[in-house]
């Protein structure tokens, strides 16, 4: 990667080469194919790299590809960010022995719900309950922005809608067109510092761009929320629930853990709150940065965060480069 600064601290060294491999042997880091995924492979490589001595591979992939690659191939041998809820199949992976869950790599779990902006928490905090919106529909411009046709969260929107009758309480139920649409009208509500009501998920850039607050629902209630996922659902079947927050992982295989128990330890304290990573994922969108250079705020932005999942001896060695 090329040299820059991040407020005054040069990370010089690439992310992907210069170890001295001796500690450590290959290890293969699988990366999903999108903007946290890819960070936090290059994050996960560079310290195994020149932390613990490792060689290592970063693998292009998939959810439901590495899945498949770790039942038939036993590869990668680390896995971030696999989305649990969509690939049912891991847990036979795990009841095999073939997998290790080694830790939560979103702290928080992925996360989804109603949200508004915190300017308009903070002066009316009565809107941090949906029984506040309702009672206040005014204050929140009297719309909520909905997901897209064919998104999961599309069907729970509409259901719980309809369920607590928000067309016949004020607020109308405003369908946009695409995820690109969904965004820009938060910019925009930003720009203006107008209300907004709607459904968004983290992390993602826009939760670390624009401050939200998180509305809540009622409690979770897991049973319920499968009910509310149906499409067309019986109105008397769908009720009070939150969206969970969906376990995100970080996986290695059970042959990594026998072979190398220095980075499979690392792999369980690799774990980041999700504030953070929307900050950084807002970062590399606005510099229009790759994935090596998003690892690369991580590490001088966070780098007592960092530090703080590592081995003594890989610490000593990490901090000569940060």
Not at 137 to 151: A, I, M, Q, S, T
Not at 190 to 217: C, H, N, Q
Request: with cysteine; charged share 20%; net charge negative.
């Amino acid at each position: 990667m090329k040299k820059f600064k991040l407020t005054g601290v040069a990370l010089a060294v690439s992310l992907s080469s210069g170890a001295a491999f001796a500690d450590c042997g290959k290890v293969s880091i699988g990366a999903m194919g999108w903007a946290s995924g890819e960070a936090l492979a290059a994050i996960a490589s560079f310290v195994l790299d020149q932390g613990y001595g490792c060689e290592t591979t970063i693998v292009p992939t998939d959810t439901v590809p590495a899945v498949t690659s770790l039942a038939e191939n036993g590869e990668p041998d680390l896995v971030v960010e696999l989305w649990q809820n969509s690939v049912p199949a891991y847990a036979d992976l795990v009841a095999q022995g073939k997998a290790i869950t080694a830790s939560s790599v979103f702290a928080n779990g992925g996360e989804e719900g109603w949200w508004i902006p915190k300017y308009l928490s903070d002066k009316h905090p009565e809107l941090l309950t949906l029984e506040g919106i309702l009672a206040n529909p005014e204050l929140v411009g009297g719309r909520f922005h909905n997901c897209p046709v064919g998104w999961g969260c599309r069907i729970v929107n509409d259901n719980l809608a309809n369920f607590h009758d928000m067309r016949g309480k004020g607020v109308e139920v405003f369908d946009h067109g695409s995820g690109a649409n969904l965004a820009a009208s938060i910019a925009a509500a930003f720009e203006e510092k107008a209300p907004w009501f709607g459904y968004y998920w983290g992390p993602t850039a826009i939760l670390g761009k624009y401050p939200m607050a998180r509305v809540s629902l009622g409690a979770v209630d897991a049973d319920q929320h499968k009910l509310n996922q149906v499409q067309d659902q019986d109105p008397a079947k769908v009720g009070v629930s939150d969206f969970p927050s969906a376990p995100v992982l970080n996986v290695v295989t059970t042959s990594l853990a026998d072979r190398e128990p220095e980075v499979a330890a690392f792999a369980k304290n690799f774990s980041i709150p999700n504030d953070v990573l929307s900050q950084m994922l807002a970062w590399q969108e606005e510099n229009n940065a790759s994935a090596d250079e998003a690892a690369a705020w991580m590490l001088t932005q966070q780098t007592d965060l960092v530090m703080g999942m590592v081995s003594d001896d890989a610490r000593a060695k990490l901090s000569k480069l940060m």
